[in-house]
């Protein structure tokens, strides 16, 4: 069996979690709060290694060192 346990939140924190669970279709809280947690992580990762997207391009013969010199 899963550990429990409980957790305060105010009251407008509560509806913003049920109105967030329904519109995710989760089942319960914990079921929100992990789907909220995992695209929190997910968001992170993109934005740290993902910062150079789009600005870099494949190396090409021109690029070796052995060129430049």
């Known amino acids: 069996m899963v550990s429990q346990t409980t957790i305060k ?6 509806r913003r979690l049920e109105k967030v669970r ?3 279709g989760a ?3 914990d ?4 789907a ?3 695209e929190y992580r997910r968001l992170l990762l993109e934005r ?3 910062v ?3 600005r870099i391009t494949s190396f ?3 690029d070796r060192l052995e060129d430049r010199l």
């Open 9 to 14: 939140v105010s009251r407008a924190t509560l």
């Open 22 to 24: 329904e519109a995710m």
């Open 27 to 29: 089942r319960t809280y």
């Open 31 to 34: 079921e929100a709060i992990n």
């Open 36 to 38: 909220l947690i995992k």
């Open 48 to 50: 740290n290694f993902g």
């Open 52 to 54: 150079d997207r789009g």
């Open 60 to 62: 090409t013969e021109e």
